[in-house]
């Protein structure tokens, strides 16, 4: 009985956590609407500079207004949007294997632990060199901080589901 609970509470976690990457990955998709309607959702009306504002509402009109810019000058680059989109899908239909089979497809979990992990110094590195402000450099780690909460709990589930059917 055990083990079919195990397994139940395997695939809730996970399957919360795929969700969590699919959604992130198709919102890349519609990026300068999005930021249109979030700066409205701020009280931010269109035409008014990043300069107007402070910190993350200064910040949330600086990129509605990159992305606008550049949609219409360069729309082609919105392609690498595409591919970011594209690769959160594929990423998260790597959990497939351990909804299936977790002790079998335990690396993967292994895996995006690491993944998660490695959020940080992309973000502590880049994040400057991009010119992103700290504020959000932490957002950007905290989804892997975040992440590792679900991955490690489904991880310790999968090692006593295996100690279980070894036994």
Not at 17 to 31: N, Q
Not at 68 to 86: C, H
Not at 93 to 100: A, E
């Amino acid at each position: 009985m055990e083990g079919s609970h195990l397994r139940r509470r395997i695939r809730i976690l996970l399957s919360g956590f795929v969700i969590g990457l699919a959604l992130s990955g198709v919102t890349a998709f519609p990026l300068p609407a999005e930021l249109t309607l979030l700066s409205h959702w701020m009280g931010v009306p269109d035409g008014v500079p990043a300069s107007h504002f402070a910190g993350i509402t200064g910040w949330i009109v600086q990129i509605r207004d990159a992305l606008a810019a550049t949609q219409s000058t360069y729309p082609f680059l919105f392609y690498g949007y595409d591919w970011l989109a594209f690769a959160h899908l594929v990423i998260a239909s790597l959990f497939w294997g351990p909804l299936r089979d977790p002790v079998r497809n335990v690396w993967v979990i292994q895996w995006a632990m690491f993944a998660c992990v490695a959020t940080w110094p992309i973000a502590v590195i880049c994040g400057p060199l991009r010119g992103i402000p700290l504020f959000w450099q932490l957002i950007d780690c905290s989804f892997g901080f975040v992440g590792l909460f679900p991955l490690y709990a489904v991880y310790r589930m999968i090692r006593r589901l295996e100690a279980l059917s070894s036994s």
